[in-house]
Nanobody, 119 residues
């Protein structure tokens, strides 16, 4: 029903920056939350940041202050600007789209994009 296509992952040095993008296509719930989760080796998947259709944002404490999530409603696209990258940011990052309000329960995931931070 919904496809999420991620881009922008790759290799960065500590202190560097990356901008992740995720474009949604298909039958998209009008009310939704789009965001990014990540999963590092040996760890559980965790929320990095998300943003509602209305623009309300949430951030994990580990990225708060150095990352910014935004979205383009017209393009059905969410962005995650990550600055001052650290080794701990290395993970597979997954884009998510979760229906909200009357659309709650409609959850979709991207295939994941690798972010590697290494010196």
């Amino acid at each position: 029903q919904v496809q999420l296509v991620e881009s922008g992952g790759g290799l960065a040095q500590p202190g560097g920056s990356l901008r992740l993008s995720c474009a949604a296509a298909g039958v998209i719930p009008w009310s939704n939350t789009m965001g990014w989760y990540r999963q590092a080796p040996g760890k559980q998947r965790e929320l990095v940041a998300d943003i509602t259709t209305a623009g309300r944002t949430n951030y994990a404490d580990s990225v708060k202050g150095r990352s910014t999530i935004s979205r383009d409603i017209a393009k059905n696209t969410v962005y995650l600007q990550m600055n001052n990258l650290q080794f701990e940011d290395t993970a597979v990052y997954y884009c998510s789209l979760k229906g909200s309000g009357i659309y709650a329960g409609r959850d979709y995931w991207g295939q994941g994009t690798q972010v590697s931070v290494s010196s």
